[in-house]
C-alpha cells in the first residue's frame, strides 16, 4: 500500500466523478423494506476501489443514483480510515488546522478525519499528545471524533489494541 500512502490526499479530494472511475460498481437489490419498487429494481450500490480494494456500499434509498452519492461518501471515508501517513509525510492544509472539524457531511470530513488518525497514530492514539498537532484542545478534539460514530470506533479499537482505555462520550 505504498502508493496508497502517497495517493490517499488525492484520493480523498478528488470530485466524485474521478473517484467513481477508479471504482468497480456492482449493482443489486436492496433489502429490507421498501414496497415493490425496493424489491423490483437494483438500486443498492456497492463501490470498490480498484487501487486499495476498499469497498463501501448503501441501500437507504430507492433511487440508485442517491445511492451511488452516499456509497461514495462512506468510501471517502474508509479510505481515511484505513490508510495511514507518517508524521512527516503529513501536508498541512485548512481541514488539518481547523478549529473545529467540518460537518460530517461536509466534503472536507474525511480529509480532516483521516489527518486526525495520523495526529492519533503518531501519538501511539493518546488523545492529549494528538490535540495540539491539529490545534484543539484534548475536549475539543474528542468531541470532534465523536461526530463519526465510524472515527469514534476505529479511534477506540486502535485504543484497545495498545491497552488505553477506551473514549467515553
Known sequence: MDTANTNREQWLSMSDDELF????????????????????????????HHPTGISAMDDSSRSQHLNRQHALRKLRLEIALAIRLEATQQPTTQATTAEHAPSVNNALFP?????????????????????????????????????????????????????????RQ
Open 21 to 48: 472511475r477508479l471504482c468497480r460498481c456492482d449493482t443489486r437489490r436492496g433489502v429490507g423494506p421498501g414496497g415493490q419498487k425496493r424489491n423490483k429494481t437494483e438500486s443498492a450500490v456497492q463501490l470498490t
Open 111 to 167: 480529509l480532516w478525519a483521516a489527518h486526525a488518525l495520523d495526529a492519533l497514530h503518531a501519538a501511539d492514539y493518546r488523545i492529549a499528545d494528538a490535540a495540539p498537532a491539529l490545534g484543539m484542545s484534548t475536549g475539543r478534539f474528542s468531541k470532534e471524533l465523536a461526530k463519526s460514530p465510524a472515527l469514534w470506533q476505529k479511534v477506540n479499537q486502535e485504543r484497545t489494541k495498545r491497552n488505553l482505555p477506551p473514549l
